[in-house]
């Protein structure tokens, strides 16, 4: 639980692309934040009471360190 009541999870579903996935998280159902490192990796969700609905792509910058950028469903 965090301060803001809400929870969170990374979690990956096996023999899916994880893009996939978000995007039918973003197009579907209430979350507060969503980040999302690539196809192969985990995704970070959490849920508020109150949803913010913000989603972001973690891409590398030219130092290696991750960014969040703001990451958008195709649907």
């Given amino acids: 639980m965090c301060g803001r009541?809400?929870?969170?999870?990374?979690?990956?579903?096996?023999?899916?692309?994880m893009r996939e996935v978000?995007?039918?998280i973003i197009a579907n159902l209430p979350f507060d934040r969503l980040y999302f490192?690539?196809?192969?990796?985990?995704?970070?969700?959490?849920?508020?009471?109150?949803?913010a609905r913000l989603s972001y792509q973690m891409v590398s910058t030219p130092s290696e360190r991750s960014m969040p950028r703001p990451f958008w469903s195709k649907a």
């Avoid at 009541?5 to 692309?17: I, K, P």
């Avoid at 490192?37 to 949803?51: C, F, N």
């Fill in 22 to 24: 978000a995007e039918w």
């Fill in 5 to 17: 009541g809400g929870a969170a999870c990374d979690f990956l579903v096996e023999d899916e692309n």
């Fill in 37 to 51: 490192y690539g196809p192969d990796r985990p995704i970070h969700v959490s849920y508020a009471p109150e949803p």
